[in-house]
């Protein structure tokens, strides 16, 4: 984050501890996976079929609902 979008730093933790931002977080998911982020973009109405991520996943609903099973 720092390195890419430094200008959100300061939304995410203020500008005092922006420098220790990157180390809090990554703690949270857990080790680094060797993968390329992949970022997925649906409008309304889709639906996914039953399957498994090897990967840690985030979920952004930027308006409306997602229901998850």
């Known amino acids: ?12 933790t203020g ?3 922006a420098h220790a931002m990157p180390a809090r977080l990554a703690a949270c998911f857990g080790p680094p996976q060797p993968s390329n982020p ?10 996914t079929p039953l399957h498994f991520d090897p ?3 985030l ?4 308006e409306g609902a997602k229901h998850l099973r």
Request: aromatic share 4%; net charge negative.
């Open 1 to 12: 984050m720092a390195e890419l979008l430094p200008e959100l730093l300061d939304d995410l």
């Open 15 to 17: 500008a005092a501890a």
């Open 38 to 47: 992949v970022c997925y973009v649906g409008a309304g109405g889709q639906a």
């Open 55 to 57: 990967h840690e996943n």
């Open 59 to 62: 979920l952004c609903v930027v």
